[in-house]
Structures are given as structure tokens and as C-alpha cells.
């Protein structure tokens, strides 16, 4: 007997949870580095600027993660 093809049952190939992977990676760092802020309530760059940009990029990376064809 010779074995069909059959398309995989996951919804994601393995570049697509690469991907995630990723992104999940920006999101922590991104918050990580809020936290490393010196100013009073995290007013300074890494809290106001830094920090939340790395984590709208890692949002951004899962987006095209979960929309990213097989």
C-alpha cells in the first residue's frame, strides 16, 4: 500500500508559530523594557517610547503570523 498525501489537520505550518514565537518574544521585551524605565512612573524614553513600540511591533509580527498562508 503507498501512503496518500494528506494535507496536515494544524491550521499553521511551522513558519507560522516560528513567527509567533517571535513576535511573543517582541511583546516581552517590549514590557521588559518599560520596566527598565529610571524615571518616576516610567515617564522617561524606554517606558513612553521604546518599550511600547517593541511591543506594537511583536503585535504586529503575530497579525502577520496568523494571516500568513501555509
Do not use: C, R
Not at 514565537?21 to 523594557?33: D, N, S
Not at 524615571?39 to 513612553?48: A, D, N, R
Amino acid at each position: 500500500m503507498q501512503k496518500q498525501d494528506t494535507p496536515s489537520s494544524l491550521p499553521f505550518g511551522k513558519s507560522n508559530y516560528l513567527w509567533m514565537l517571535i513576535g511573543l518574544a517582541l511583546i516581552l521585551g517590549g514590557f521588559f523594557v518599560m520596566t527598565l524605565d529610571s524615571e518616576p512612573y516610567g515617564f522617561g524614553f524606554l517606558g513612553l517610547t521604546l518599550g511600547p513600540v517593541l511591543a506594537f511591533l511583536g503585535f504586529m509580527v503575530e497579525f502577520y503570523a496568523i494571516m500568513k498562508k501555509k
